[in-house]
């Protein structure tokens, strides 16, 4: 089993996700994270898709499938050293005699606290999956209350883009 990002260019209207994510389904594929947002072309958007296939050919095929869909414009497998991160908020129990040592366990993984009241505090870090489980397992012992993590966004690095057009936001 081998882990993939895809990156893959799309009509942005309603509908296309379902058909992306449907596509997956039936093949008997499982999507392990999937991010969806607009580009700089409001016209399209960008689908960041992270899966694990047991071969090539697997994959090969998944690529091959995507194509045949009108909706897709353009699929583009990233690169093993792409750039590629994830949101996490996680609030954990706190009180006045453990909230330092937590914010330190946070401030170690370059977090932040965005939300603080007498019986929790909730932070956000953002990085590798490795990074994020790892924060995670050590916040375990204080008690986590509620978790959320984001799916991958990704670029591969540098000068390569999966979209042709140069950006049409003023930066």
């Known amino acids: 089993?081998?882990?993939?990002?895809?990156?893959?260019?799309?009509?942005?209207?309603?509908?296309?996700?379902?058909?992306?994510?449907g596509l997956f389904a039936?093949?008997?594929?499982n999507i392990e994270s999937l991010t969806v947002s607009p580009?700089?072309?409001?016209?399209?958007?960008?689908?960041?898709?992270?899966?694990?296939v047991d071969s090539d050919p697997?994959?090969?095929?998944?690529?091959?499938?995507?194509?045949?869909?009108?909706?897709?414009?353009?699929?583009?497998?990233?690169e093993p050293n792409a750039v590629a991160r994830?949101?996490?908020l996680i609030k954990v129990r706190s009180d006045v005699e453990n909230r330092s040592k937590i914010l330190d366990t946070v401030g170690l993984f370059r977090g932040?606290?965005?939300?603080?009241s007498l019986e929790s505090v909730t932070v956000e870090v953002t990085?590798?999956?490795?990074?994020?489980?790892?924060?995670?397992?050590?916040?375990?012992?204080?008690?986590?209350i509620e978790l959320v993590q984001s799916g991958q966004v990704a670029l591969n690095r540098g000068?390569?883009?999966?979209?042709?057009?140069?950006?049409?936001?003023?930066r």
């Open 127 to 144: 990085g590798g999956r490795d990074k994020l489980e790892a924060l995670v397992s050590m916040l375990e012992p204080f008690g986590i």
């Open 39 to 52: 580009t700089d072309d409001p016209d399209e958007s960008r689908m960041t898709i992270g899966l694990t």
């Open 26 to 29: 039936r093949r008997g594929y």
């Open 159 to 170: 000068a390569a883009a999966l979209s042709s057009t140069p950006s049409r936001r003023p």
């Open 112 to 116: 932040k606290a965005v939300d603080v």
């Open 86 to 88: 994830e949101l996490l």
């Open 1 to 21: 089993m081998s882990n993939h990002i895809l990156s893959v260019l799309v009509t942005n209207r309603p509908g296309v996700l379902t058909r992306v994510s």
């Open 58 to 78: 697997a994959l090969e095929q998944i690529v091959k499938q995507l194509n045949k869909l009108i909706e897709v414009h353009k699929i583009v497998e990233l």
